[in-house]
Every structure is written in C-alpha cells, then in structure tokens.
C-alpha cells in the first residue's frame, strides 16, 4: 500500500517566492510606483510657486530699493549746491563787509595827501586816526594782532623764528619782536617774526 503524499507548504519550509511569484505580486498592487510619481509632481509644483513668489518679491524690494537710493542722490546733490552757494556767499559777503570797513581807511588817506600845508604834528594826529579807523575796521571783521612781548614762549603755531641767539633769557622764549603777525576768526593770516632765546651761552 502506497503511503499517500499530502502537499508540502513550502512557505512552512522556509521557502522564498521566485521572481515569477515576485512579478505576480507587484502587478497584484497597481498605482503603487504611480502614486509616488504624483507625490513628487505636486511637490515639484509647489516649489516652483514658491521661487515665482519669492522672485516677485525680491523684484519688488530691488524697485524700492532703488527708488530710495535714487531719491538720496537727489538730497545729497542738493545738500552739495546749497553748501556751495552758502560757501560762496559767505565769501563774497565776507569781503563786502571787510572792503565796507576800509573805504573810510581810504578815504582818510586820501584827504591828508590832498592837504599840503599841514605842520608835522597834523600829520602825526591825521596819521593816528586813520590808524583808529583801520583799528575798527579789523576788529569789526575779527582780525587780531599777534604781537609777542619779550619773554613769551615761543609758540609755533602762531610764531616764526627768524634766528636764535644767545640770551639771559631761558631757551625757546622771545628776545625781540620783528613783525607783527595776524589772526582773522583764530585763523592764522601772518604769524609773528620774532628771534628766540638759544639759552646762555
């Protein structure tokens, strides 16, 4: 008697499905790879929006930006002119007040060389008050004398050393004034010539 063979489950051996089986499986569950393929499509579309929304955006900000810059260069041009036109009055305003002060300097000049029968002292009292009204003139326009006594400490920044000699006098101080030097709104025009001490010898 012939023993009877049941079916052998291979899954219960441990048997793994061919690449037929594989094949039959896969085909068993359509639209899986197509679903991904969606998946992808949506997310490609959704970042593409995003780059046109952001370049829009950026496009915008450049406008803005550039009309704001164009709108600082007009200011500063304008800022440019009126500083110049300000410098520039105030030069030819300047000189106006300062030419306005010395016409009676001149014109007290010119009336003692029209006179020549004065005596020496008229001279000398003439000379002087026009050297009053040249006076006023200057400090109407804030020019000053710089006119060291002997002593003084040299400074460079409003004296010039002719020479430098022996002296009583302790080195860098000023033995003798030479010429008188001059400041216009604490701006040096002329500084002091002046000879300057060397110390004893």
Known sequence: MSASKEPVDQRQEGHEPDTAEKLETNESQPGTYEAGEAEVDGAGEASDENLASLLVEAQE????YHEELLRAKAEVENIRRRAQDDVSKARKFGTESFAESLIPVKDSLEA????????????KEGVEATLRQLNSAFDRNLMKEIAPVQGEKFDPHLHQAISSLPSEQP?????????KGYTIADRVLRPALVTVSAGQA
């Open 61 to 64: 900000k450049v406008g803005q």
């Open 112 to 123: 003692a060389l029209g006179l020549t029968d004065q005596t020496a002292q008229a001279w």
């Open 171 to 179: 080195e860098g101080e000023v033995i003798q004034l030479l010429q």
